[in-house]
């Protein structure tokens, strides 16, 4: 805590600093500028030998001449776009606006594709493949001839996966986030995506709304290109990613359809240019500091609980540690201020009219170290120096916040010995404490034949009980974690219960659900042990979450469990379940993890 208040005081300074002028300066980052013969692609392009005269003739057939690129910053653009991502589907033309801004920043630029990790199509769900992405994105950039390059992502996981491999190859880098679609519209209403999904079908379930009227929502939730404009996880994320100073200042709200986003995607192309040849590398200002801030920007946003496992894994691979219970300790102190569903009122097209991040961040600038640096070269509080709040009641005040604390608790106890996440202020307060009777569903399909079966004896108290959906057990850890309220619960107006899983949740979803539970049940985890009708107890102000069954109950039951088969012979999938690690590490691979340098490659 004291550590806390000496970074807040800091961060105040540092405020004032960046909003005057005559000390803005002092805030910016100076470096040596490179030549052209120290740009990495130099060895491939620019020496006179055998192999480059193959790279250039190559280069020939593919129509460049010389001009082209002599001496030029190469510049990848990464691009997570295809058609099976709706999320993205604007990207194949942005690539062409971020081309444009190299070109006229004087450098080469490069698109490659990666694998888009589309969220609506991808099964069993993308977490299964964050750090396929990430391997690939750190080995496309290491095996080419690559200076710098342009991370283009958004949809959930291409987020933190992008950064991830980027972080591990450390060259110059730029994100440019996909930005939210437009608000969703029926029979004049406001929709947001995700929240009002789980919100209609409950109430579709309870005989509320018609089959026709669930037909019209279908067509009016997702109206344009662009991520889920919710606070979810696409939302959190690249809100994580500006607030780390891996984009422009403002980037991460505009919407997807926006002209701005077409400008904001081409002086993201000038400026990783720029970045390339001031030799500015992402490890070379992201800190514990930068984290930090990172982890209170999501709590004052009320973000995606994903968001927890995400920043551990991109820390770890900038050489910073950020231990779970970071969370919790910076939870404590601080408040929700971003009014915006699922767990306030607005969508993202508000959020960026009111000010979009810059705002958002001024307004809880106390809580953040401002002399954190950015892809700018110059402070985070000098990039933000100018925000205005133009919506007090979308981006509200420290003195006026939407909840006071509770962005997200971490529990622990003896069903959860390393650790478990729920978002409070995103669930029901009187089932923040709460001792309830366990029922138990060992999978997802077992959960979906019996949930809605009338004889379920469940009841508005009951406590609901996933496992073997954790990062093996899903496997990839899917957004299971919400489980559905019994139909009949919901015809008697129940619309929260306790839920408890070793799953994730959406970032769009709500409810008292404890998530990400570690270790996990298909490991041999305490969840493995529960039985129907045992006592759960979850008190969240004390952070406790127990089976209250005794010591030596538990070891019998133990000694019986044996583990599930093998879910995977052979294949990427054998991989994963050979190195994945649980939810508290951040399910990174073991092998990825560090910051130890990994070799150029021989160029002949
Ligand atoms: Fe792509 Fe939500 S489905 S961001």
């Known amino acids: 805590m004291a550590t806390r208040q000496v970074t807040r005081h800091a961060a105040r300074q540092a405020t004032e600093q960046a909003t005057n002028p ?50 030029k910053p190469v510049i990848a653009i990464l691009n997570t776009w295809n058609d099976l991502n709706p999320c993205h589907s604007h990207f194949r033309a942005r690539a062409e606006d971020v081309k444009r801004g190299i070109w006229q920043a004087g450098g080469f630029p490069v698109e490659m594709p990666a694998i888009s990790l589309g969220e609506t199509f991808q099964k069993p769900t993308t977490m299964l493949y964050r750090n396929l992405l990430a391997i690939e994105t750190e080995e496309q950039l290491r095996s080419y001839p690559i200076d710098g390059c342009v991370l283009m992502g958004g949809c959930d996981k291409t987020t933190p996966a992008l950064i991830m491999g980027a972080l591990s190859m450390n060259l110059p880098s730029i994100f440019v986030p996909a930005g939210p679609m437009l608000r969703g519209n029926w029979a004049g209403k406001t929709l947001g995506s995700g929240s009002d999904v789980w919100k209609y079908w409950a109430e579709l379930k309870a005989g509320n709304i018609t089959r026709e009227t669930w037909g019209d929502i279908e067509n009016g939730i997702a109206r344009s290109a662009g991520t889920c404009m919710t606070m979810g996880t696409a939302s959190s994320m690249t809100a994580i990613a500006e607030t780390l100073g891996l984009t422009l200042p403002g980037a991460s709200a505009i919407p997807a359809v926006d002209s701005n986003h077409q400008k904001m995607a081409s002086a993201s192309g000038r400026r990783i240019v720029e970045m390339v040849w001031d030799d500015l590398k992402p490890r070379d200002f992201l800190t514990a500091a930068s984290f930090d801030n990172a982890v209170t920007a999501v709590l004052g946003l009320g973000g995606s609980t994903n968001a927890v496992i995400h920043l551990i894994a991109m820390a770890q691979r900038a050489g910073v540690t950020l231990p779970l219970q970071r969370f919790d300790e910076l939870a404590r102190t601080t408040p929700v201020i971003a009014n915006l569903r699922p767990t306030g009122a607005f969508l993202m097209e508000d959020f960026y009219y009111a000010g979009g991040l810059p705002a958002f961040l001024m307004a809880l600038s106390p809580l953040l170290d401002m002399n954190c640096g950015t892809v700018t070269g110059k402070s985070l509080g000098a990039n933000i120096a100018k925000a205005e709040n133009y919506n007090p009641d979308v981006i509200r005040s420290l003195d006026n916040p939407v909840a006071a604390s509770g962005g997200l608790v971490i529990l622990q106890g003896n069903l959860a010995p390393d650790g478990a996440v729920i978002k409070p202020a995103a669930a029901e307060s009187h089932l923040l404490k709460h001792t309830g009777r366990a029922i138990v569903f060992d999978s997802y399909n077992d959960m979906n034949a019996r949930i809605d079966d009338p004889a379920l004896e469940v009841d508005a108290d009951s406590v609901l009980v996933l ?55 298909y490991v041999g985890g305490p969840l493995a042990l529960v039985k129907e009708g045992d006592l759960i107890e979850l008190d969240v102000e004390n952070r406790v979450l127990n089976l209250k069954v005794d010591d030596a109950e538990l070891e019998r039951r133990r000694a ?14 054998k991989i994963f379940m050979q190195h994945i690690q649980q939810a508290d590490k951040g399910c990174d691979f073991d092998f990825l993890e560090g910051d130890a340098p990994t070799a150029e490659p021989e160029i002949h």
Request: proline letters at 8%; aromatic letters at 8%; hydrophobic letters at 30%.
């Open 22 to 71: 005559d000390t803005r300066q002092a805030t910016s980052m100076t470096y040596d500028r490179k030549k052209p013969e120290e740009l990495r692609s130099h060895r491939w392009l620019g020496v006179d030998d055998l192999r480059s005269f193959g790279h250039r003739s190559r280069a020939a057939q593919m129509g460049y001449q010389r001009e082209d690129y002599a001496g």
């Open 467 to 521: 496992r073997n959906c954790g990062p093996q057990g899903g496997p990839g850890m899917p957004e299971w974690g919400q489980l559905p309220i019994p139909k009949k619960l919901l015809q008697q107006g129940v619309r929260d219960m306790v839920r408890m899983s070793d799953a994730r949740m959406s970032g769009t979803s709500y409810g008292a659900c404890i998530l990400h539970i570690a270790p996990e049940a």
């Open 560 to 573: 019986a469990w044996t583990p599930p088969p093998k879910r995977f012979e052979r294949g990427y999938g």
